[in-house]
């Protein structure tokens, strides 16, 4: 109870924080564009019924984009981890495709996919499962062979040293590149939502801004930060309680 209220404590501490310097940055500069946050708080809560529908489908396409990137990564990043034979041929591939900024072919998914969900989805998904991916199987190459080799001694197989000893060892890392992704996810949700929708919080900051409502394009903007924020407790959450071996985040 004490961590938690801890945690509350240092989340209003913040936040508080960045009212402060948003205020006092909106006066020094004193132009529209960057509105007081008093203003874009009360538009915020003012607009809020109207957002709920754009950050339920963006929560969606987050939702199943981590979903499919982080389990399509965490059990290819295992697999060739775990195997000299695949990792020779599975590391040059990352080498070469995980610096590609995945950004630059919304175009193309614009054009095979459309407009609404799918494209958003596919990019989100490449995106994750390539941080996953590098993460798990740094993790499964770091596991220590003489712990895989005493399990084997009592009689495991290979299932059994994946199930009991491979995963809940990468399982910490795995959490801690969600905790990453989360972050990625919203910020290239709103590209795509900007560029390639007509629904979700990114499509309605741009849309704002293009109608040079400047209090309605924060209130959007307090939206997606909000969404980050939400996503990353659920996670540490998860983490709390499928993981309680790990380290707890700070």
Known sequence: MRARLQRIFGYVLATLG????????????????LPLPTVAVQQFIVLLPDMLPHIWISFYRIIVSMALGTVG?????????????LDLIGAPLLYVLYPVPKI???????????????????????VIFFQTIVTARAAAKSISPDLVVSVQSLGASKLDVARHVVFPSALPSIFTALRISAGTAVAVLFVVESIAGNTGVGFYIVNAWGRIDYATMFAGIIAMALMGVFLYEVINFVEAKLVPWAPKPE
């Open 18 to 33: 960045v009212l402060l310097g948003w205020a006092a940055l909106s006066l020094a500069i004193d132009n529209p564009a």
């Open 73 to 85: 990564g965490t059990v290819l990043g295992l697999i060739i981890g775990r195997s000299t034979k």
């Open 104 to 126: 630059v072919f919304v175009p193309v998914l614009m054009v095979l996919l459309g407009l609404g969900n799918a494209p958003a989805i596919v990019l989100i998904s490449t």
